[in-house]
């Protein structure tokens, strides 16, 4: 399973928020290039680059940043946030991306996101999957619709979607665990996607329930930054 460290990014800095709260946000770093680089340096080959300031404006905001970290390590970032237009999507590829997560769009322009789906490959595009109490959530977490989960990607399954990151918005940034239970029924229903798990992951054991139900992969935030997970553990897994 891979570990992926997630970084947020408000006003060009690391941060994390509790539920998806922007009023609820703390500031860990100044600069999240030094932040990909520690990661790097710990044998970390993944990152979760999410645009909190491109979620919120509707275009990408943070991608000299994400640049910055393409040019200075070999980090394979997947980048998401505010990504609603072919232009958009382009500029994140050139400044880096390895993969782009895209949630709203798959949810409100299926025509477009099947279309990035066919232009850049499965392996790149992620099927970007914020639920509250099983539903789908868009529009940076704004806007709750009446769509479950298991809805939401079974209806992309056809597409031949490869990727799915389903963020438990109620555990996100709260540590008080993932959302086994969802994970555990997505991957019954669809054994043949790449589920990575997101939200609320706080311990080693956890990662490792999640690596034995089948995830393949899993986005660690808050715990990384709160030392529950140091980065001497974090490499060890890597």
Same mark, same amino acid.
């Given at each position: 399973m891979r570990i992926i460290p997630a970084i947020d990014l408000l006003g060009g800095k690391c941060v994390r928020l509790q539920q998806g709260n922007f009023?609820?946000?703390?500031?860990?770093?100044?600069?999240?290039?030094?932040?990909?680089q520690s990661f790097e340096d710990h044998g970390v080959q993944y990152l979760h680059l999410v645009d909190l300031d491109g979620a919120r404006n509707g275009q990408p905001v943070n991608w000299r940043i994400l640049e910055r970290i393409a040019k200075t390590t070999c980090l394979k970032v997947d980048y998401g946030g505010g990504i609603k237009t072919n232009e958009d999507i382009d500029l994140v590829f050139n400044c880096g991306a390895s993969q782009v997560t895209s949630g709203s769009i798959a949810m409100k322009e299926r025509t477009r996101f099947i279309s990035w789906l066919?232009?850049?490959?499965?392996?790149?595009? !992620?099927?970007?999957a914020d639920i509250r109490?099983? %539903? =789908?959530?868009?529009?940076?977490?704004?806007?709750?619709t009446s769509?479950?989960?298991?809805?939401?990607?079974?209806?992309? !399954?056809?597409?031949?979607i490869l990727y799915v990151v389903v963020t438990d918005i109620l555990k996100d940034g709260m540590?008080?665990?993932?959302?086994?239970?969802y994970y555990e029924n997505i991957?019954?229903?669809?054994? %043949?996607?790449?589920? !990575?798990?997101?939200?609320?992951?706080?311990?080693? %054991?956890?990662?490792?329930?999640l690596s034995l139900?089948?995830?393949?992969?899993? =986005?660690?935030?808050?715990?990384?930054?709160? %030392?529950?997970i140091t980065l001497k553990e974090l490499s060890q897994l890597c």
């Open positions: 009023d609820q946000s703390t500031m860990y770093h100044d600069d999240p290039v030094e932040v990909a066919k232009l850049y490959g499965s392996s790149r595009i !992620i099927l970007g109490n099983g %539903n =789908i959530s868009i529009d940076g977490w704004a806007t709750d769509l479950p989960i298991t809805d939401y990607i079974g209806s992309y !399954i056809q597409e031949d540590s008080t665990g993932p959302a086994l239970d991957l019954k229903t669809f054994p %043949n996607i790449r589920l !990575i798990a997101s939200g609320g992951i706080s311990s080693l %054991n956890q990662i490792e329930q139900m089948g995830c393949e992969g899993a =986005i660690i935030g808050k715990a990384i930054y709160d %030392n529950t």
